[in-house]
């Protein structure tokens, strides 16, 4: 018998608990239920006592306005009532009060916590979306932000009214929105910003985002992470799938325009066959190693091209069309705008932009041809009409230079290990009319770093390689790598750190200890740093080194390439061998003498070679600000030393 007793308790308790996980409204009622209960036993002990309770009514009514108002209590006469008054009045304060506002704060804590997830589905038209979180996420929320001129004209383009951005993240939370406010360029924009829960892989979270609606999609890279058998470019392929699978239940749908980064190079065309939108995919491994390489030909040229790919920095590339200017000489065109350099053109055929960057001045602008055009912002883009002339200029005066080059192997010094080697290696075995000396020193074990360079073998004469197994954050091992004797050396940011701040400390504390390395030598080679976070560059400010982003530099291009698909193929241009490529040139180069010169007259000179003068690289100096000047006042009389070089835009054949 007490056996059975306990599971008809048990048996109550089940139910009631089951009653209580149903939600507020089943607890309401419960809660009800209890109010009422006690109202009809309060009603039913009082109703003895005689008026005004006399009745089974008005007893239950009396004992209900005591559960619900603790002031009735006064108005009570004789013991019996006052009793049964009080112990009602107690219940009220524990089932009637305490129990609806810990539903209704449960309830609500339960409904801020669920908006917070962002698991609530978005309606929106024509707006910016992000799938996924990495480290390029908010650079390229920031870039999207700053661009106010590409902005206005992506929103005229698609008639949209204000700029709705949407990021969809693994994971929302006040982790996500903090690390947004305290982004310099967002800070209290980020209020604008909407974040979703969701995975990019998942058809049910892209419609949460309302993907198929968005005017733009960007993917970036997430990092590589411990599992092996899906890498990150696996994910972008099968976001890419979702989204296509997803625009074929509504045939009608127009597929929206996405920009995805993939890593290895080889899935760059399972990417494009995987949507049949508009596509444009970076190659962030290819771009990166080309900028390293480029880098390595030209040292200095980071800064440059720092500064061109980003919106928040002085200068930009803008690609627009410009009817007026139809039926004009290049050479008219480029003496029309005075605060800005024109580059070339980008035609468009079959989908495709064609770039023409440094082109004679002879050329004239024709219809569906877009200027490219560096400059500060969309207001310097601005030409005076009183320069104009329909005269066609003759151009290539004198003979073109050829590129600077060295008969000598170039020596290399890399310390460090990333997705980012392979392709820098592949890159340098492209440059035909020059050979390398490359010394690998990392932890990876040598097979490992083979089986990733075999294509080495199909160019043996251009690169050759010497693999080094050591820890060059040690001191005795740096010494050992012979740093003073080699041209250039870089410093790869280690992929086998999950932290940012993990691998750019072994960068720089390895860079500390190289600089006491290269303190004794007699020539100091040329030095570049891979970082993986922006904050860090301040800390190494004071040392003779240059430093690329890699974070920075691709969520540039991404922001960039979503506002303005054009830009993506210019990049491709100036990143690649051969054809237009931003490269230093010495003041004899041109016969100018050291003192003044105006910016134009530069400009004049390099036409007469061929080429597009695009600034100044001028010679460190305690009070000067700033020794790259790009795109600079076109008046402005510049004092040149020996030490000084031109950036220019050049052409190799």
């Known amino acids: 018998m007490p056996l059975k007793k306990l599971r008809i308790r048990q048996k109550i308790l089940f139910t009631l608990e089951r009653q209580l996980v149903k939600g507020a409204q089943f607890q309401l009622l419960l809660v009800a239920a209890f109010i009422g209960l006690i109202s009809l036993v309060g009603g039913l002990l009082v109703m003895p006592s005689g008026p005004p309770t006399s009745t089974f009514g008005e007893s239950v009514w009396w004992a209900f306005l005591r ?88 929103l005229i383009r698609f008639g949209a009214r204000k700029l709705q951005l949407i990021i969809l993240s693994e994971e929302v939370g006040p982790f996500q929105l903090q690390e947004l406010k305290d982004h310099p360029i967002i800070g209290k924009r980020a209020n604008e910003i909407v974040l979703r829960t969701g995975l990019a892989i998942d058809r049910e979270h892209l419609r949460r985002v ?26 972008t392929i099968k976001c890419l799938l979702s989204l296509n699978a997803e625009a074929s239940l509504h045939r009608r749908h127009k597929l929206p325009y996405v920009v995805a980064e993939i890593q290895d190079e080889y899935k760059v065309k399972a990417a494009y066959r995987a949507y049949s939108g508009p596509l444009e995919v970076v190659g962030s491994n290819t771009i990166i190693s080309r900028l390293m390489a480029q880098n390595i030909r030209h040292p200095g040229l980071s800064e440059v091209y720092n500064e061109i790919l980003s919106q928040i920095v002085n200068n930009n590339l803008f690609c627009q069309n410009f009817p007026d200017l139809i039926g004009y000489s290049l050479g008219s065109i480029k003496k029309a705008f005075t605060k800005a350099v024109v580059m070339g053109v980008v035609s468009n055929s079959s989908d495709r932009y064609i770039p023409k960057l440094n082109i004679p001045e002879s050329h004239i602008l024709e219809k569906g041809e877009r200027l490219v055009v560096m400059a500060r ?59 390398y000396f490359v010394r690998l020193v990392a932890m990876r ?80 080679p040329s030095v570049l740093l891979e970082l993986a976070d922006p904050s860090n560059e301040s800390l190494i400010r004071r040392y003779q080194s240059e430093v ?58 390099a036409a007469s070679h061929g080429e597009t003068a695009l600034g100044l690289a001028l010679q460190p100096k305690p009070r000067r600000k700033n020794h790259l000047l790009l795109n ?4 402005r009389k510049i004092v040149l030393s020996e030490q000084d070089r031109l950036v220019v835009l050049t052409t190799v054949y």
């Open 67 to 154: 559960l619900s108002d603790p002031g009735y209590l006064g108005d009570d006469e004789g013991g019996w009532r006052r009793f049964i008054s009080t112990l009602i009045t107690v219940a009220g304060y524990v089932v009637f009060l305490g129990s609806l506002v810990a539903i209704i704060t449960t309830w609500m804590n339960r409904k801020i916590r669920h908006l917070e997830q962002g698991l609530t589905p978005v309606t929106a038209n024509n707006h910016l979306l992000i799938l996924g979180w990495s480290n390029r996420t908010i650079h390229i929320a920031a870039e999207i932000f700053q661009s106010v001129g590409r902005i206005k004209r992506f």
């Open 632 to 635: 600079p006042d076109k008046n």
């Open 445 to 524: 074990p040598v097979m490992e770093r083979e089986k990733e360079l075999q294509f080495l073998k199909e160019n043996p004469n251009r690169v050759s390689l010497e693999h080094v197994v050591a820890d060059y954050i040690r001191e005795s091992e740096i010494q050992k790598t012979g740093a003073e004797t080699f041209d250039h050396i870089l410093m790869i940011s280690s992929d086998r750190m999950e932290e940012e701040e993990e691998a750019d400390a072994r960068t720089m504390v390895g860079y500390v200890l190289l600089e006491e390395v290269l303190e004794k030598a007699k020539k100091r």
């Open 210 to 235: 309302d993907s198929l609606n968005a005017s733009a999609i960007i993917i970036p890279s997430l990092a590589y992470g411990k599992r092996e058998l899906i890498s990150p470019d696996i994910e």
């Open 548 to 605: 690329i982003i890699s974070p920075m530099v691709l969520s540039h291009l991404l922001a960039g390439i979503a506002l303005q698909r054009e830009l993506s193929s210019i990049y491709n241009e100036l990143f690649t061998v051969g054809g237009a490529e931003i490269i230093f040139r010495e003041i004899c180069t041109y016969g100018i003498s050291p003192g003044e010169i105006a910016f134009h007259e530069i400009e004049s000179l």
């Open 377 to 435: 912002n969309s207001e310097d883009l601005v030409w005076k009409t009183a320069s104009l002339s329909k005269e066609v200029p003759t151009s290539f005066l004198r003979s073109p230079l050829a590129p600077e080059e060295t008969s000598e192997t170039i020596r290399v010094l890399i310390l460090g290990w990333n997705e980012h080697v392979p392709s820098l290696i592949k890159e340098l075995c492209s440059y035909e009319e020059e050979t």
